[in-house]
C-alpha cells in the first residue's frame, strides 16, 4: 500500500471511530486544515478524545477540567488554549505564525477545537508546515493525522511523536 492510501485508510477509520460513543485503546486526533477563499483564512478543527484531553491538562497543568459536563471547570478553555499554543504550531513560509482559538464544541466522547488562521492569501505562500505534537508528551502511541484541502487539492499526513511536522509546498 502507498502511503497516500495508508494514511487515507487510517483517517477513514479513525474519523469512524472517532465519532462513535465508544471506550477507545487507541491514540489518535484528527486534525482539518482547510482554505477558505471565501474568509481569505486557513480553518481549522481537531478532534480529540475527551478522556486523552482531560488526562493531559491534568497530568501537565494540575487541573481537573470534567469537560463535557454541569462540572466543566471554567478555566478549561484557557488551558486547552495553553496547551494547544504549546503543542500545536503553524509555520507560512517557515514562519511560525499565531491562529486564533476560536473554542469547543463536544461530540459523544469526542472535543472538537476550532482554531483559524486570518487574512491569509493563499497566492502569496510558498508553504505551509504544521507541527503537531497532541498528546504525543502523554501517550507514546498517539497518531495525530493532519488532512490539508485547499483549491480543490488535498493532502494527508500522519504524525508520531518522533516524526511530528507534516510540510506542503503550495
Not at 481537573?64 to 504549546?86: H, V, W
Request: proline fraction near 1%; aromatic fraction near 12%; glycine fraction near 4%.
Amino acid at each position: 500500500m502507498t502511503v497516500l492510501i495508508k494514511s487515507t485508510f487510517l483517517s477513514v477509520i479513525a474519523a469512524g471511530l472517532l465519532s462513535l460513543g465508544m471506550a477507545h485503546k487507541f491514540y489518535v486526533s484528527v486534525t482539518n486544515v482547510r482554505y477558505s477563499e471565501k474568509d481569505a483564512s486557513f480553518q481549522i478543527t481537531t478532534r480529540i478524545f475527551i478522556d486523552d484531553l482531560e488526562a493531559v491538562l491534568k497530568e501537565r497543568y494540575g487541573i481537573t477540567s470534567n469537560l463535557a459536563t454541569p462540572k466543566e471547570s471554567n478555566i478549561a478553555d484557557e488551558y486547552i488554549k495553553k496547551y494547544f499554543r504549546t503543542k500545536f504550531v503553524i509555520e507560512l513560509d517557515g514562519k511560525k505564525v499565531d491562529y486564533e482559538f476560536l473554542g469547543k464544541t463536544y461530540d459523544n466522547d469526542v472535543v472538537l477545537c476550532y482554531l483559524e488562521l486570518p487574512k491569509i492569501e493563499l497566492s502569496e505562500l510558498k508553504s505551509i508546515s504544521v507541527q503537531n505534537e497532541i498528546l504525543t508528551d502523554l501517550f507514546e502511541e498517539q497518531q495525530n493525522i493532519v488532512h490539508f484541502k485547499w483549491k480543490g487539492k488535498k493532502k494527508s499526513f500522519v504524525l508520531i511523536r518522533e516524526n511530528n511536522k507534516g510540510m506542503l509546498n503550495l
